[in-house]
């Protein structure tokens, strides 16, 4: 009996590739991933139904279950909505519960759409489906003009990294095309564009009920000269993964069938990667040599994202799930603690002090929510103070983890400056952040944490590592209370150095560089010009001092927490 | 080197204007090899669900691109509910001894009685046939092996209710789906946490098409089992549908068997899948017939059509 009709060679079947299958690759069709939004009522499901029906995207089985159905609550012939509205609570309810992805395809592209919800839970739902889209349809309704839903919507997408917002002003037939109303609108985006860096807006007048500039240009608005909704979505530039940036391919899998092969399994997030090429591992900061570049089909001279491909490095060197393999520029930062934007997405508000788990690429780590930094109100765009997060809230949250992670942030790399925060308890997912800024890199250009690299000289990064804190100077009058600071500060773990004069310019420098505290007698300014240092006025104690030193190093940001000096089982008073 | 890979591949003395873009099928593929990964590593016990169709063919594939030059590594999980196709069963024992997977086999006690007092769709209806022989066995196969993972081949353009179907799919202890518990998934970040008992369902062809899937087949030169494509069969007029003659097909009174050009389309079980008329005999012209296609796929199941919104009542049991 014959059971299979095509490889009749027997395996592995892959090897054999028809020039019928090489032509289908060169005329495959680009994807472009985007998201939809709007309020209730703006028409949404109805606009991606009447695109679904004009790109001729509907099976005619659907098209027969649609009519035969007798629903019908729009005001045309057709209930377009139906289309799209997938689960029965919702068709029952008319609202659409969650984000919904369905494909179609023109003659010039493929599209996959995330199409969201825009009730309640929109902002959660709406951050989810713009988090893998490289452009959103927006529905704004003339008859109201630019809501502040609307600039929320808009908000979102920014926020998530999508660059062009394609605006479809919506019930064009129900102020009668006027371009005056269309006109209001645009003048009202040209305001909140100059509040959202990068964004491309593009403003358009439908009718989703009579498909006017849906998939073609309507006669009803003759003042209107730009393409339809499917043209503009054809047209627009989608952005591909970035593989001019620097190197980051995510470790996930460890293949080792015998002793002979050990290879990392992962996906290039950005970049590409070479056989023979230098690496860096992250975080141990270890260097290697990529050896080959392994897939099924066999090896390559080259791989650039977002291929999965397995690296066979030359040196037998300690990686596992989570390390990052980066290349010799553009490396990571590396830090326990950060600053990122999140989106809250649980019932339960995020505050301050949460020890969370944190997802990223292939690492999850606890986590603690050191500060909720401020709150953004996504119609007015302005920070506000704020002490928690509450469900569909957006805010700047500092975020401390167990282990330094290796990321980017999230304007650099919307792969590897992404996280999710994950309850430790029932394991849900709780909110989704975006890393703007290293906290304790921002200082001078103490970038990535190299451990142990023999021929690379010892970072700041790595002194910080050891001592548990940056370089400083504090001035301290009396020599014999500088003796006693060294000896109380050395007693907590610091690396402390008492000196009897000011050293030179020079000399100072490379005693920072060294990573040590200085305590030095009152000088001149020009020679602690340029200097972060700590003046110490009229002891009390030496305690006090000890203190009084520490709070104003972490004010500074030098010293990022006290836990990471060496346990000191009780502080020396030597007064 | 495969000569589909070779042109997406661009050589060391071309520089600058290179176009380093993955074609489409190609930046799936990646995508899936991805979830594979993150399902292996992520799980205690993952176990990929084989119903022995076209997608679990293509996901077998991915999941031996994944993980080469190791094994996969974890077992196949086929349901058999004893109303199979024979040509479905031969192919299966031939597809995992030719790749060297480790095949589980779950058979319901009572799928196996074929008398009118076993599980049949004639006595039951097709809703709870298909609750017992599949859904019931699914879970209880599942919960034996201890599985924390189950892949499996469903795709988001199938039918609407797996529209909205996460990547990494939260099943609570009774296996069960609730569409509001369904935890947010941004990016390409898949939480796969649970608790004892509870389990993720996991689909890395998601974000394929029907069409995706043919096309992937012919590029790969995947094997696929020979009732998808068409040669006149022996078949029964039923409705809309044709449903090709088997032992344990039954007539119904007034009933002929006539013979048809056909194929199928989707596979099920033998009462209750229907073939559609086609001459194509070869996976391009399969191609050539989707591309012209206005019909959906699942059309010829006919358990989806039971009552409004079934998929959706079976995928809250623990169905796919």
Redesign the interface.
């Known amino acids: 009996m014959s059971v299979y009709r095509i490889a009749t060679d027997g395996f592995p079947a892959a090897r054999n590739a028809s020039v019928a299958s090489y032509l289908a690759a060169a005329t495959d069709k680009p994807l472009l991933r985007f998201t939809t939004a709007g309020s209730v009522d703006d028409g949404k499901s109805t606009l991606i139904g009447r695109l679904l029906h004009d790109a001729q995207s509907i099976h005619d089985d659907h098209m027969e279950a649609l009519r035969r159905s007798g629903l019908n609550r729009s005001t045309g012939p057709l209930d377009f909505s139906l289309l799209t509205d997938g689960l029965k609570a919702e068709r029952e309810q008319g609202i659409t519960i969650d984000v919904a992805y369905r494909h179609f395809s023109t003659a010039r592209r493929r599209f996959l759409i995330a199409d969201t919800p825009g009730h309640e839970q929109y902002t959660r739902n709406m951050a989810t489906g713009a988090s893998t889209a490289d452009a959103a349809v927006i529905l704004v309704d003339a008859r109201h003009g630019l809501t502040a839903q609307s600039r929320r919507h808009a908000y979102i997408a920014w926020l998530l990294g999508i660059r062009h917002l394609l605006i479809a002003v919506n019930k064009m037939d129900l102020v009668s095309f006027d371009q005056e109303a269309f006109a209001r609108i645009q003048t009202a985006l040209h305001e909140a564009a100059s509040k959202l860096p990068g964004v491309h807006f593009h403003v358009l007048p439908v009718s989703a009920l009579d498909g006017d500039n849906v998939a073609t240009r309507s006669s009803r608005t003759p003042w209107y000269e730009g393409p339809s909704l499917l043209e503009l979505m054809e047209t627009i530039e989608a952005p591909a993964w970035n593989t001019d940036a620097p190197l980051r391919f995510m470790v996930q899998y460890v293949i080792r069938p015998d002793l002979d092969f050990r290879g990392y399994a992962g996906r290039i997030d950005s970049g590409r990667v070479r056989a023979g090429e230098r690496v860096t591992i992250f975080p141990s900061g270890v260097q290697s040599r990529v050896k080959r570049i392994v897939t099924f089909e066999g090896d390559l001279e080259e791989a650039f994202a977002p291929m999965a491909v397995t690296l066979v490095l030359e040196n037998e060197i300690d990686i596992s799930r989570g390390d990052w393999i980066c290349g010799e520029n553009g490396l990571p930062s590396v830090a326990p603690q950060f600053d990122a934007s999140v989106v809250w997405m649980h019932e339960q508000p995020l505050q301050r002090g949460a020890s969370l788990l944190l997802q990223h690429g292939a690492t999850r780590v606890r986590a603690e929510v050191r500060e909720i930094v401020h709150r953004v109100d996504p119609n007015t765009y302005e920070a506000e103070p704020a002490s928690q997060l509450a469900l569909n809230q957006i805010g700047l949250v500092r975020v401390e983890t167990a282990s330094a992670l290796v990321c980017d942030r999230y304007r650099d790399n919307r792969q590897t400056g992404a996280f999710v925060l994950i309850d430790p308890i029932n394991n849900f997912t709780l909110g989704a952040g975006m890393v703007k800024q290293i906290v304790q890199t921002e200082r001078e250009q103490r970038h990535s944490i190299i451990r142990e690299h023999h021929s690379t000289p010892v970072t700041p990064a790595e002194r910080f590592q050891r001592y548990g804190h940056w370089p400083a100077v504090v001035v301290c009058r009396s020599a014999a209370l500088r003796k006693k600071l060294e000896r109380a500060l050395f007693a907590v773990g610091a690396a402390v150095v008492a000196l009897e004069a000011v050293p030179g310019r020079t000399q100072l420098r490379e005693l920072l560089a060294s990573g040590l505290i200085l305590l030095v007698p009152p000088s001149t300014p020009p020679e602690l010009e340029g200097t972060d240092w700590i003046e110490v006025v009229e002891p009390t104690s030496t305690q006090d001092y000890v203190q009084l030193i520490l709070g104003e190093l972490e004010r500074l940001g030098l010293l990022v927490s006290r836990r990471f000096l060496l346990p000191a089982g009780g502080y020396v008073d030597v007064n | 080197?495969?000569?589909?890979?070779c042109?997406?591949?661009?050589?060391?003395s071309v520089s600058g204007a290179t176009d380093?873009?993955?074609?489409?099928?190609?930046?799936l593929?990646?995508?899936a090899?991805?979830i594979l990964?993150?399902t292996?590593?992520q799980f205690e016990r993952p176990v990929l669900m084989y119903s022995i169709g076209k997608d679990s063919s293509v996901m077998l594939?991915l999941a031996?691109?994944?993980?080469?030059?190791?094994?996969i590594p974890f077992p196949l999980l086929h349901i058999d509910t004893g109303f199979e196709y024979p040509?479905m069963i031969?192919?299966r024992d031939?597809?995992v001894a030719?790749?060297g997977a480790r095949l589980i086999t779950h058979t319901s006690p009572r799928a196996m009685d074929k008398s009118d007092n076993g599980v049949n769709p004639y006595a039951l209806g097709t809703a709870r046939c298909c609750s017992l022989l599949r859904t019931q066995a699914l879970l209880h196969a599942l919960r034996d092996y201890k599985a924390d993972a189950a892949l499996g081949g469903a795709r988001?353009?199938e039918e609407?209710?797996r529209?909205?179907e996460r990547v990494f799919s939260f099943r609570d202890a009774h296996g069960q789906w609730d569409?509001?518990r369904?935890?947010?998934?941004?990016?390409?970040?898949y939480?796969g946490?649970?608790?004892p008992g509870e389990s993720i369902r996991v689909f890395p062809l998601?974000?394929w098409?029907e069409l995706d899937v043919w096309?992937y087949?012919?590029?790969?030169?995947?094997?696929?089992?020979?009732l998808y494509?068409a040669e006149e069969r022996e078949v029964v007029v039923r409705g809309d549908s044709l449903i090709p003659l088997d032992s344990r097909v039954r007539l119904l009174p007034g009933e002929q068997p006539v013979k048809r050009r056909c194929r199928l389309r989707s596979l099920g079980c033998t009462p209750c899948t229907g073939a559609i008329e086609s001459d194509a005999d070869?996976?391009?012209k399969i191609i050539a017939e989707l591309r012209q296609?206005?019909?959906?796929e699942r059309?010829n199941r006919v358990i989806d059509h039971d009552q409004?919104?079934s998929m959706?009542?079976k995928k809250r049991e623990g169905y796919f």
């Not at chain 2, 080197?1 to 890979?5: C, P, Q, R, W, Y």
């Not at chain 2, 042109?7 to 060391?12: K, L, N, R, S």
């Not at chain 2, 380093?20 to 930046?27: Q, Y």
């Not at chain 2, 031996?64 to 094994?71: D, E, S, T, V």
């Open positions: 080197m495969n000569a589909t890979l042109e997406q591949i661009p050589t060391a380093r873009t993955l074609s489409h099928l190609r930046a593929e990646a995508e090899i991805h990964r993150e292996a590593a594939h031996r691109k994944a993980f080469f030059p190791g094994r040509e031969a192919f031939w597809f030719e790749i988001r353009d609407r209710s529209a909205k569409p509001k369904q935890r947010p998934e941004l990016w390409s970040i939480n946490r649970v608790s998601s974000n098409t096309s087949i012919e590029r790969e030169n995947i094997p696929v089992v020979s494509f070869t996976v391009s296609f206005r019909r959906s059309e409004d919104g959706e009542l």
